[in-house]
């Protein structure tokens, strides 16, 4: 079974310039994670979907940051225009979703991103 | 807020010995928990989990405890190998919350 599928796995760009993540969850998996990990740290929930359906958004900074999850399945995290300090791992992550005791979210590789 | 922390930042631990990885816990209506190892330049991968109507649990060389009374957790590695060098999470959730939420992380290194 393939894991949860991350692209790219590195981006270096300027600051004030646009970036885009995507992300192919496990198959059937209904919940969609990103999370954001900075060095030395553990992972921080940035949105959470339950389908199509953005649940949990609190901590994504709305002025630079977007997702979408369109048909439930893919994902797509922007920062539009990156900051320096948005250097960090963005993480995606899946699990079966809302009604399913609760069971492990699956990560994959994560995206390394550096804004220079 | 709630959060999830370690109490050691790094652990060091001699080829074949036994590792303990502790973790605290704050939020008291959390029923379920995960230990993440990840390993350099990968995401965090699955070691074993936890629900709060037990206080232990085996698996293949590593136990997990929980004790609920104080709100402590902790992750034992039998044996360990160069393998097991990596970062420890813990997370903590609850019934009807997708939300996991991580702690800092415990570096493990393996001396050969």
């Known amino acids: 079974e393939a894991g949860v599928v991350q692209s790219p796995r590195y981006k270096i760009i300027e600051k004030k310039q646009p970036v885009a993540f995507w992300c192919n969850p496990i198959s059937g998996h209904n919940t969609l994670y990103w999370y954001r990990q900075n060095l030395g740290q553990g992972p921080e929930l940035l949105i959470r979907y339950e389908n199509e359906e953005a649940v949990d958004d609190s901590q994504l900074p709305k002025d630079r940051f977007s997702a979408e999850r369109l048909k439930g399945v893919d994902s797509t995290l922007k920062i539009q225009p990156a900051e320096l300090g948005d250097s960090a791992v963005y993480l995606c992550?899946?699990?079966?979703?809302?009604?399913?005791?609760?069971?492990?979210?699956?990560f994959g590789q994560g995206t390394r991103l550096t804004v220079v | 807020g709630e959060s999830v922390g370690l109490h050691l930042p790094t652990l060091s631990v001699q080829e074949g010995d036994n590792s303990i990885i502790n973790c605290a816990y704050s939020?008291?209506?959390?029923?379920?928990f995960i230990w993440y190892k990840q390993e350099s330049g990968k995401g965090p991968q699955f070691i074993i989990d936890?629900?709060?109507?037990?206080d232990k649990r085996q698996g293949q060389r590593v136990t997990v405890l929980l004790n609920k009374t104080v709100k402590h957790l902790s992750l034992q590695i039998a044996a360990t190998q160069p393998g097991d060098s990596a970062v420890y999470f813990c997370?903590?959730?609850?019934?009807?919350?997708?939300?996991?939420?991580f702690g800092t992380g415990t570096r493990l290194t393996i001396i050969p």
């Open positions: 992550a899946s699990s079966p979703g809302q009604g399913k005791m609760n069971t492990e979210a699956f």
């Open positions: 936890i629900r709060s109507n037990m």
């Open positions: 997370a903590e959730t609850y019934f009807g919350n997708e939300k996991l939420t």
């Open positions: 939020n008291s209506a959390s029923d379920y």
